[in-house]
């Protein structure tokens, strides 16, 4: 799996969650309580599912081009470890499943795509040695 194929299933997975998260805001429920039953909290779901569908959008449409390619893979991971950091903080207040899984995720696109930004920006190699044998 080269660089690119990791940016570009970052972004499908980003595109997915965004529209999932117009979409259907109150499925958040799982990581975010009763809370994301209020109409306030489904706007700002709504505001980050935008967010997440133009930053995957975007990355999709770039990941090739050696100058923005990996400045949108970094740019979407840095979105990825402030929504971490912000789960985190108040994780004491979020259902214990469901919020220690959406911290994991977002850590896990947060680490992935830094990576990815990394060796997009060294030449897009191979993220993982192809087997041979």
Known sequence: ???????RALAGGRVLAGVGLMAAPALS????????????????????????????????HVVDHPGAGYRTVAT??????????AFLA???HLPRAGGGAVIAVAGSFAAAGLVAAAMLREGGGPVVPPITG
């Open 76 to 85: 979407a991971a840095a979105c990825d470890v402030v929504d971490c950091a």
């Open 1 to 7: 799996m080269t660089a690119r194929d990791a940016a």
């Open 29 to 60: 429920r799982v990581w975010l309580g009763e809370s994301a039953r209020r109409p306030a909290v489904q706007a700002v779901l709504r505001a980050m599912g935008v967010r997440d569908l133009v930053l995957g959008a975007l990355t999709l």
């Open 90 to 92: 108040a994780r004491d």
